[in-house]
Structure formats: structure tokens, C-alpha cells
T-cell receptor
Framework: AQTVTQSQPEMSVQEAETVTLSCTYDTSESDYYLFWYKQPPSRQMILVIRQEAYKQQNATENRFSVNFQKAAKSFSLKISDSQLGDAAMYFCAYRGRGTSYGKLTFGQGTILTVHP | NAGVTQTPKFHILKIGQSMTLQCTQDMNHNYMYWYRQDPGMGLKLIYYSVGAGITDKGEVPNGYNVSRSTTEDFPLRLELAAPSQTSVYFC?????????????FGSGTRLTVV
């Protein structure tokens, strides 16, 4: 079974600074997707960024980028120029492309605090 | 386009009572899922469905049941509620199991069992 581990229960960053959230995963599959979701206090789950395992290029979405290390099974999220609105719980998630019926496996989450 | 709609948003249930959490999507997605999120934890899969009439257990199915009579609706039934079922419940849908677009999530139901 796949597992996703976020080893940082809490992180903090100053506004306008850069922060990196860590995620590691374990799988025997070769083709899969990885995601970062943001959950603000409103509870809504918001997709931040996604990475396809067969793509070597790291995904980027505006201020959000990932460092995908397939061999190391590592998928970290970098937030540049942090804003107060980035404060939330962030979840790393794995989705196999094989017979897992699209099930997402989530990490435990990292609470990000942004200080003005 | 409403996306995924969950009702109710909040509910307090007494131990031993039963209730149904409603979930409907208007995107014609084949795949639908129910997750629960306990305080400070990630989401765990309760049940999922790959199409009308087809459902299967996830990681934590005990105490729950589901049905999928239409593509749009995927209700979650709690039978004989227990305090351990106090959680936030999320319904989600996806166009296909192999999609790289992740899920569309509902806004969640916060359920308290007392």
C-alpha cells in the first residue's frame, strides 16, 4: 500500500519570504500523480499544484513550485513571496494511475503560519 | 456550475442514531469518494464508487454504508452512530481514475456524535 509522510506538523514564514514544505511517499508503482492541496480555515480543499511522475520537469504555478525527486520519492512544495492568504493546512497526496481507482492517499498535513 | 454539493454542513447526532450525508455532483464524473478528516490528521478514504451501481470499501469503512443509484448522487449512511465517528466528512468526484486533475471536493460536513 502507498503511504505519504509529511514530517513537519507546523511551519512558519515571514510575509514575502520563501518556505518549503516536505513530503515523502512510498510506492511500488512507476506511474502516478502527486498533488499539493491547501485547506484554509473555511475547510475547502483547494488544489495548489500537481506533478505527473513521468515528467522530469518540476511543476510551477505562479508562486508555488515543487521539487520532485522520483528516485528519492520526495515531493516538496516551495512557496515564494509568501502572503498572509497562504496561511492554511497543506496536504501532500498521491494517486496511482494503475488499478487504485483514482484513490488519493494523503499525508498528515502541515500547518503553515504566515507572520506579517 | 455547482460542482460537488454536500449537505448538511454541520450536524450533531446522538449516540445510536443514524443519518445520511448527502453528496451530489453536476459534472458527470464517474468516480466519487467519501473521506473523513479527524482533527490534525489527513483524509482517510471511507468508500468509493467508479460508476452508478458500483461501490467498494476504502481504508475505514466500518460503521458506514453507501449507495450509487445515479451518476450524480453518492450518499453516505451512518448506522448506529458512535463518538468515534465525530469528524469532518468530505465528498469528492473525479472524471476518471487516471485523471491528473485530482478531485473536485465538496465543502465538507462537520459531524459531532454526542
Amino acid at each position: 500500500a502507498q503511504t505519504v509522510t509529511q514530517s513537519q506538523p507546523e511551519m512558519s514564514v515571514q510575509e514575502a519570504e520563501t518556505v518549503t514544505l516536505s513530503c515523502t511517499y512510498d510506492t511500488s508503482e512507476s506511474d502516478y500523480y502527486l498533488f499539493w492541496y491547501k485547506q484554509p480555515p473555511s475547510r475547502q480543499m483547494i488544489l495548489v499544484i500537481r506533478q505527473e511522475a513521468y515528467k522530469q520537469q518540476n511543476a510551477t504555478e505562479n508562486r508555488f513550485s515543487v521539487n520532485f525527486q522520483k528516485a528519492a520519492k520526495s515531493f516538496s512544495l516551495k512557496i515564494s513571496d509568501s502572503q498572509l492568504g497562504d496561511a492554511a493546512m497543506y496536504f501532500c497526496a498521491y494517486r496511482g494511475r494503475g488499478t487504485s481507482y483514482g484513490k488519493l492517499t494523503f499525508g498528515q498535513g502541515t500547518i503553515l503560519t504566515v507572520h506579517p | 456550475n455547482a460542482g460537488v454539493t454536500q449537505t448538511p454542513k454541520f450536524h450533531i447526532l446522538k449516540i445510536g442514531q443514524s443519518m445520511t450525508l448527502q453528496c451530489t455532483q453536476d459534472m458527470n464524473h464517474n468516480y466519487m469518494y467519501w473521506y473523513r478528516q479527524d482533527p490534525g490528521m489527513g483524509l482517510k478514504l471511507i468508500y468509493y464508487s467508479v460508476g452508478a451501481g458500483i461501490t467498494d470499501k476504502g481504508e475505514v469503512p466500518n460503521g458506514y454504508n453507501v449507495s450509487r443509484s445515479t451518476t450524480e448522487d453518492f450518499p453516505l449512511r451512518l448506522e448506529l452512530a458512535a463518538p468515534s465517528q465525530t469528524s469532518v466528512y468530505f465528498c469528492a468526484s473525479s472524471y476518471s481514475g487516471g485523471s491528473n486533475y485530482g478531485y473536485t471536493f465538496g465543502s465538507g460536513t462537520r459531524l459531532t456524535v454526542v
